[in-house]
C-alpha cells in the first residue's frame, strides 16, 4: 500500500513538472512573439518617420529650388530691364552736324520725341553724309535746305501743320527729307519738330558759304554722333 502511495506521488510531481514547463515555454514563446512584434512596429514606426522626414526634406529642397529659380527670374528681370533703360539713355540728345568735308563742327539740340530719337539711333549706327538741295532760285532758297535720308532708314513721323519757323530749327518731313531753317522762315507744311541749332553769324555763313563737292554736283553734310 505504501509502495502504490510513492509511485502515484512520484507521477503527480512529474506531471506538475513537465505542464510548468510547458507553461513557461509557452509564456517564453509569447514574449519572444510579442517581443518580436514590438521591435517589428518599432520598424514601422521609424520607417515612417524615416519616409516623413525625406519627404519634408524633398518639400524643403522644393521649396528652396523654386524660390531659388524665382529669385534668378527675378533677377534676370532685373538685369534686362536695366540693359533696356540704359539703352535707352544712351540715345544721344545731340548731333554733331558739319557743312562740308571741311567744315566746323556744330552742335544740333534734339527734341525729346520718337523722330528725333529715331533719327539719333540711325546716326549711331553709321554717320550721315547727305546731299543737301540748295541751289540759287530753288523755291525758299534763302531761309531753308533740306537733306534727303535713305529709304532703308525708318523713322516716325508726327507731323503738324507750321507755317512759321524760327531761324536755326531742323524739322523731319516724310519721305525721309530733313528740313533746315537757317533764317527765319515763313513757309507753310507739314513737318514734325526734330531739334535746333544756335543760331549765330558763324553757323550761317558755314551753311550759306558750304561749297559744291567737286564731282557730285551739290553739297554736302555730315552728321555724327557727338565724341
Request: charged fraction near 15%; charge should be negative; proline fraction near 3%.
Amino acid at each position: 500500500m505504501k509502495q502504490k502511495f510513492i509511485a502515484l506521488l512520484t507521477i503527480l510531481t512529474i506531471s506538475v513538472a513537465a505542464f510548468s514547463g510547458c507553461t513557461q515555454g509557452g509564456d517564453s514563446r509569447s514574449q519572444d512573439v510579442s517581443s518580436g512584434s514590438i521591435s517589428v512596429g518599432n520598424s514601422s514606426l521609424n520607417a515612417s518617420l524615416g519616409n516623413n522626414a525625406l519627404e519634408n526634406s524633398s518639400g524643403s529642397s522644393n521649396a528652396s529650388s523654386n524660390k531659388k529659380g524665382a529669385d534668378q527670374s527675378s533677377s534676370q528681370e532685373n538685369i534686362t530691364s536695366s540693359s533696356s533703360q540704359e539703352a535707352e539713355s544712351s540715345e544721344a540728345s545731340q548731333l554733331s552736324v558739319r557743312f562740308g568735308s571741311d567744315g566746323s563742327s556744330f552742335t544740333l539740340y534734339l527734341y525729346d520725341n520718337p523722330t528725333a530719337a529715331a533719327i539719333a539711333r540711325h546716326v549711331g549706327t553709321a554717320s550721315w553724309q547727305l546731299p543737301i538741295y540748295h541751289y540759287d532760285g530753288y523755291e525758299n532758297w534763302e531761309v531753308m535746305q533740306y537733306y534727303d535720308i535713305p529709304s532703308r532708314y525708318e523713322i516716325p513721323s508726327d507731323a503738324e501743320s507750321i507755317s512759321s519757323e524760327a531761324a536755326g530749327t531742323v524739322y523731319y518731313s516724310e519721305p525721309n527729307r530733313i528740313v533746315l531753317f537757317f533764317h527765319e522762315g515763313e513757309v507753310s507744311g507739314e513737318y514734325t519738330p526734330v531739334g535746333y541749332f544756335d543760331y549765330t553769324d558763324e553757323f550761317v555763313s558755314a551753311v550759306e558759304n558750304n561749297p559744291v563737292l567737286e564731282g557730285w554736283g551739290n553739297k554736302l553734310v555730315f552728321i555724327s554722333q557727338q565724341n
